[in-house]
């Protein structure tokens, strides 16, 4: 088909973006995921990038990229290390945030991969060899970032001055008000024991898989989950009433 005149090929690309929109509409697509992917251009000379229609011109618009998190897989240690855009500690935390949004994805992948194989009665015979591979790969990965979390920092700690933090808040709701230096923290094996000096008496919460139990003197009492606040309040009014 030849095309001799600028009349012509507007008539043309109308007609083609007509019978594209018709057989869109028709396939049931979807929109462009991005928003605002196509912007209004005036540059005429932009070949390979506009779609001539009527009196405008269109050209892709790349979506923004989110800065929150650094690409560490785009960066040696070197340029990891003496990037002058943010601090050191701005450097360490946001890379322990991005690793952690990447491994809550990996879960949820593997969640579905597994819910979809369970439901379609898929055998282990039908994965591929690198599929079997890649899992074995995953394991191994896991267990030594797991390691490497336990080296980078003292996770025992970590987690029984978060049950400090959370314990002091819900007794304070609880009209239990008490100081951080109030309340002394042990580890024994998988429980948090946690002394609780309310008034210059020792009160004990024994935290084992985030469920508080209250140490009272001849019994033990459940207060709730660490993680739920409400509950918390309500099992520890129950006991300081």
């Known amino acids: 088909m030849q095309i001799n005149s600028r009349e012509e090929l507007k008539k043309f690309v109308r007609e083609t973006l007509r019978k594209i929109k018709e057989n869109s509409a028709s396939a049931g697509a979807g929109a462009f995921l991005t928003p605002a992917a196509f ?9 390979g990038k506009k779609a001539l229609d009527a009196d405008v011109t269109y050209t892709v618009k790349p979506a923004k990229e989110k800065k929150n998190f650094i690409k560490l897989h785009e ?3 070197k340029q ?4 002058q855009s943010t601090s050191d500690v701005q ?11 990447n491994i809550r994805e990996i879960n949820r992948a593997l969640d579905h991969s597994m819910k979809l194989k369970n ?14 591979e890649a899992l074995i790969k995953i394991s191994t990965r896991m267990n030594e970032a ?19 933090e959370k314990l002091q808040k819900a007794l304070a709701l609880a009209g239990v008000t008490i100081k ?3 309340i002394e923290s042990d580890q024994q094996g998988s429980t948090i024991v946690l002394d609780v000096y309310i008034n210059g008496e020792p009160h004990g919460f024994d935290i ?32 300081f009433k």
């Open 208 to 239: 084992t898989n985030n469920q508080v139990t209250y140490q009272d003197y001849d019994k033990e009492i459940s207060v709730g989950y660490i993680d739920n606040q409400e509950d918390m309040v309500v099992g520890l009014k129950k006991i």
């Open 39 to 47: 912007a209004p251009s005036n540059d005429e000379d932009d070949a």
């Open 146 to 164: 797991a390691k490497k979390t336990r080296k980078f920092a003292n996770l025992k700690e970590i987690q029984a001055n978060q049950a400090k």
């Open 91 to 101: 450097k360490v935390n946001r890379a322990i945030l991005e690793i952690n949004r």
């Open 180 to 182: 951080p230096e109030d």
């Open 75 to 77: 960066l040696s240690y």
């Open 80 to 83: 990891f290390k003496e990037d």
């Open 119 to 132: 439901e379609s009665q898929m055998s282990n015979q039908s994965l591929w060899k690198r599929t079997n």
